[in-house]
Structures are given as structure tokens and as C-alpha cells.
């Protein structure tokens, strides 16, 4: 069975596609940034052959409620930077940006839908200030909506995905679907489990070494216990598949530190050179960092930062978009196999409760003879 949603905030549509490729139909979607929506639009019609614009560009927060549709679930992340460890001077909810996640819990009370996920930055468990300020109260709110709300801090590491990406997520079901499931002994939604535990303490990661370093790559790779998953190498090493795929384009280098940055170097603050045999820091391209390719004298370009997210090889960007707005795009999704996790673990609620309904109603009908 489909299950229709709405994707407020809905970005280039990382997170959308996650639930779309995974038993659920985006009937409408909301994205201020015009690159942003047609990004997403786009990929609706290469996946999917759809001709209409599934997602609207515009001011989500001047929509109103009662002009959304009606869907079985709602999903999406309001822009994180109000509550980001990275803005020193983070206002939290009383930026402009900050304010929008009342904007969401708005939309959800109006709406009602059966369930909704929220994605944000770690920051807005990690900081006292938001914690109290936005997280704490937003999590009470749902509950007070009739909502059993389940938070966890996921980090895509520990999914298989070569990346150090932590978010917040706030998943809500409603009551009366999770004390249906409990009367007959199931349990509500439960989050995915990890492939790996604490991957960045476990295992023995490799040192910083020259840029230029020759290694037998299928030598250190067999003689490494770091699972090959959870490199960058995994994701990008084939050179030649990468070549022809789309939108494998990268801005031109333009200074002497694409020579001599060590490879693995990540500690500073702009150059920031990748380690084949390590995982990617956090996916962020603004701020004047710059991810370096371990063995290339470039930036990475952006299908290969796509891979680090997850993201599958059939989506892409129109050719005429800025590689700049490219790039934004992909460091503001979401990691697209977390998304299609949490979409598979959010249907096997759903699937479970028909189940119990359609059986309910079963053995209560009256066959007339």
C-alpha cells in the first residue's frame, strides 16, 4: 500500500525521495529557493515521468493551512542555520529562520496527519539554549496534539554511509495508532537499527599521509579492518563510472594549496583535504570550505559529493544550474538512504495498523446470506 504525504520545507528533495522510493506518494510539496524546487521537480520527472510541479516555490509560511492537502503524513526539515553550531551568534527561535520550526508545528496541528517526521541540526539537542528554547517545547506540543513522539540524534556513519552528518529527528505518531499496535503486542515506531556502533571509536582509521602517496589500494584496503563501506574510496574510487555520470563537474582550482595539503588533513577550516580510506566530515560546502579529493589536485565535484550523501546515481541537476546552488543543495539535504530507512521503519507502522483495522472490520461485518 501508498501512503500519501506532504513535504513542507522540502528542499531538492533528498529526504522526499527517500519516502517516495519506499511506499509513499508526495502529493504536494512547499520550497522558498526557486533552484531549490526545480531541482526537485525535475527529478520527479526523470524518476517517475510526472509532468506537473509537485513542488511549489514559495513562502511556506504564507501558506495557508487549510490550503495544504490533507495526507496520511507530513515530512520536512525548516532551515537549520538560526540553530547551527557553526553561526556563533545562533539566535535559535527567535530568528527569522529559527521561527519556522512553530511554523511546522502549526501546520502539523492543522493538519492531523497520522504521522509526521522533523529534521533539524544536532545543535538544537546539543545547545542548552535551543534544547530549552525550541526542541523541549516542540516535543510537549506535539505530545499535547495527541501525538506519541519519538527523538533520537541519528549519524550517518553508523548506516553505512561514509559520511560524520549527526541530525535531530522527531518522528510522531499518532496515539491511537501506536495503542492499537501495543493491544495485540506490537510496538510503535522504532527506529532503524544501526549496521554499525560508534564506527569513529571502534575502528583503527588510517593517518594523514602525503598528497601523492602511492599505495596499493586493493593491498591497504584487504589489510584495513575499517569497513569499506565507510569510505570515501568506497563511493569514489571509480574514476572511470564517475566520469560518466552527470552533473561529475567541480569548480576549477584556483590555488597552490590543491598540491600540498596532506591527504586526510581535515582539520582546517577551509582546505580540507579527504583520506581514501577515511570518511567524509560533514557534507558542507559554505563557509569557504573546501573538500579536496585525496588523490586529485581538485575540489570534489558534485556527483561525488551526491555519493557522500547517498544520494543514487539516477538523481540529478539540470546542467545549467550554478555549481554553487548545486553544492548548497546538496550540503542542506538530508542523507538519502537515512531517509529511505526512516521511511521503511514509519510504513511498517502504518502497514501494521491497517492490518489490525482491516481485521477488526473482518470480524465484525455481517455476511448476509
Keep these: ?22 511506499g509513499f506518494d508526495i502529493i504536494r510539496g512547499y520550497e522558498l529557493i526557486k533552484e531549490f524546487a526545480d531541482a526537485n521537480n525535475y527529478n520527479h520527472q526523470l524518476r517517475y515521468g510526472h509532468t506537473d510541479t509537485f513542488i511549489s516555490h514559495g513562502d511556506i509560511t504564507l501558506v495557508e493551512p487549510k490550503d495544504i492537502p490533507k495526507a496520511r503524513g507530513v515530512i520536512g526539515g525548516p532551515p537549520c542555520q538560526d540553530f547551527s553550531i557553526g553561526n556563533a551568534n545562533s539566535p535559535g527561535v527567535d530568528g527569522d529562520r529559527g521561527k519556522l520550526v512553530w511554523d511546522f508545528l ?67 505518531i499518532k496515539n491511537q495508532i501506536v495503542l492499537s499496535l501495543n493491544s495485540v503486542g506490537l510496538p510503535g515506531f522504532e527506529w532503524p537499527e544501526p549496521s554499525l556502533l560508534k564506527p569513529k571509536t571502534t575502528y583503527n582509521w588510517p593517518d594523514v599521509m602525503d598528497f601523492g602517496a602511492v599505495i596499493d589500494e586493493e593491498e591497504y584496503r584487504g589489510a584495513s579492518a575499517v569497513p569499506y563501506e565507510l569510505t570515501i574510496h568506497s563511493v569514489i574510487g571509480n574514476t572511470e563510472e564517475l566520469s560518466g555520470l552527470p552533473n561529475h563537474v567541480a569548480f576549477r582550482p584556483y590555488s597552490n594549496r590543491f598540491l600540498t595539503v596532506p591527504e586526510g588533513d581535515v582539520k582546517r577550516k577551509s582546505f580540507k583535504r579527504l583520506h581514501r580510506f577515511r570518511y567524509s566530515p560533514t557534507v558542507a560546502y559554505g563557509n569557504n570550505e573546501v573538500h579536496l579529493h585525496p588523490t586529485l589536485p581538485r575540489r570534489l565535484t558534485v556527483r561525488e559529493a551526491l ?10 541537476f539540470r546542467e545549467n544550474t550554478p555549481l554553487g ?45
Design 325 to 369: 546552488k548545486m553544492f548548497k543543495m546538496v550540503s542542506n539535504g538530508v542523507a538519502f538512504r537515512l531517509a529511505e530507512l526512516l521511511a521503511i521503519q514509519i510504513k511498517k507502522v502504518l502497514d501494521e495498523y491497517n492490518e489490525i483495522e482491516m481485521s477488526k472490520n473482518s470480524s465484525t461485518s455481517i455476511v448476509i446470506s
Design 307 to 316: 555519493r557522500l550523501q547517498s544520494v543514487p546515481d539516477w538523481y540529478q
Design 106 to 172: 502549526d501546520k502539523i496541528s492543522y493538519l492531523n496527519p497520522d504521522f509526521f517526521l522533523f529534521e533539524n541540526v544536532e545543535a538544537l539537542y546539543r545547545t542548552k539554549k535551543h534544547r530549552q528554547e525550541a526542541l523541549e517545547p516542540m516535543i510537549k506540543k506535539f505530545g499535547e496534539m495527541g501525538y506519541t513522539v519519538y527523538f533520537k540524534v541519528l549519524n550517518t556513519l553508523e548506516y553505512g554511509i561514509p559520511q560524520d552528518r549527526s541530525r535531530v529527528f522527531i518522528v510522531g
Design 1 to 22: 500500500m501508498t501512503y500519501s504525504i506532504v513535504s513542507l520545507f522540502s528542499g531538492a528533495g533528498f529526504l522526499d525521495f527517500g519516502f517516495s522510493e519506499n
